[in-house]
């Protein structure tokens, strides 16, 4: 649903896409084992040249090792370390994200990879304050009011909803979804029921955006609590639960499943199983929501990396572009819905605003770090 000249074209083999990944990955890592070779130059070089050799290698290896592999698996440059050595706590956000000067660290090195606890902020963020998104400045926090459409209609009511990692984990291998109690505990919060004033020729679309990682399809036998699982991959689900009320006041639901990748496919799994568990949630919330229903997840074509680092990048900027479509659903031919017309054009318009592909990573990047310290400033002095 991207611009197709922006997507970069993998074979349909999943295998061989997750195979090219890896060995992305892999020459990365390489590349910072280069790295750590001797700076002496090659035997026979004369003085002066050697020395210009040993300055330039000296250099590049600088470079290199400012965003090296770390023998972990993730991307963590020397700022990364630093903030590890001197790890402190710099903000607690709503007293929910808390985020510390290693998690600010992974923003301000280009090749590392975002972690939940900055997934969770930057989500909580944008659930709370939505106009941080670069051309959102009449985007409401919350309820959505309906407006005009050009065609003399109305648009559907929109409710946002973006759920903490931590929460997606802890929905996948611990809750019990046979314990209505528990059940009902967890979803009571997500505040699922149309408003009481819903007009009957209205559709009420709750939206909610759903971080996944590749650990949420591992089984729940094994799964430790507490302990990272080992995924390696972010990517977004949006689910629409879309309520038409009826004139004598009858409510029934149609829920939609839309995964958005930046390495096309190699999510699906994990957002399949995600899919069918919030599914099976719901089933205790709706009682027009048939028992034996497929879940269906649709993969929408989206902004690929060309990278093995910027995956939570991308989750947060697909996020982000959604936002902003639900506010300005100009182009939408579906009456607020996700259709591919409406994608297409937003991630374009996002993507222009936020100075292209090229520099969009490091513009988010930048946003978001600017936001921690502005907002830690406050924290601190309080």
């Known amino acids: 649903m991207a611009m197709s000249s922006t997507v970069v074209n993998f074979s349909s083999d999943r295998h061989l896409r997750t195979i090219l990944l890896l060995l992305l990955r892999y020459s990365e890592r390489c590349s910072a084992m280069f790295a750590d070779q001797s700076d002496a130059g090659p035997a026979g070089m004369s003085t002066c040249s050697a020395k210009r050799g040993k300055e330039k290698r000296k250099e590049e290896k600088g470079r290199r090792k400012s965003c090296a592999f770390a023998l972990s698996g993730c991307h963590h440059c020397s700022r990364a370390n630093n903030a590890k050595m001197t790890n402190k706590l710099i903000l607690n956000y709503l007293g929910d994200a808390v985020i ?3 998690d600010l660290a992974l923003l301000d090195c280009p090749n590392s990879w975002l972690n939940s606890d900055l997934i969770h902020f930057h989500f909580l963020r944008l ?4 106009n941080l998104v670069v051309g959102s400045d009449d985007v409401k926090s919350g ?3 309906a407006t005009a459409d050009s065609r003399g209609g109305e648009y559907s009511n929109i409710d946002y909803l973006f759920l903490d990692p931590t929460v997606i984990s802890f929905i996948m291998h611990q809750l019990d979804d046979t314990d209505e109690d528990e059940v009902s505990s967890l979803t009571s919060a997500w505040n699922l029921s149309p408003p009481n004033n819903a007009d ?3 559709q009420n679309i709750k939206r909610i955006f759903l971080p996944i990682n590749d650990e949420h399809q591992s089984s ?5 609590p507490g302990q990272h699982a080992g995924g390696s991959h972010w990517s977004l689900l949006v689910i629409d639960i879309i309520t ?3 004139k004598n006041n009858e409510t029934k639901q149609e829920i939609q499943f839309h995964s958005f ?6 999510n699906i799994s994990a957002a399949k199983a995600v899919a069918n568990k919030m599914y099976s949630l719901f ?3 709706y009682s027009s929501l048939k028992k034996d229903a497929s879940v269906n997840v649709i993969e929408c074509q989206a902004l690929q990396q060309n990278n093995g680092y910027d995956c939570g990048v991308y989750t947060l900027g697909f996020a982000e572009a959604l936002l902003r479509l639900s506010n300005d659903r100009s182009g939408s031919s579906n009456n607020g819905l996700l259709d591919e017309k409406a994608i297409e054009a937003a991630f374009t318009s996002y993507m222009n605003d936020m100075g292209g592909q090229v520099h969009f990573a490091s513009n988010l990047r930048k946003r978001i770090g600017d936001d921690i310290r502005k907002l830690a400033a406050g924290y601190q002095q309080s």
């Open 143 to 145: 309820k959505e009011d």
């Open 244 to 246: 038409t009320t009826s």
């Open 261 to 266: 990748d930046s390495h096309h496919g190699y």
């Open 100 to 102: 510390y000067s290693s």
């Open 127 to 130: 659930q709370n304050e939505p």
């Open 220 to 224: 729940r036998m094994n799964y430790t």
């Open 283 to 285: 089933q205790h919330h």
């Open 200 to 202: 009957a020729t209205q």
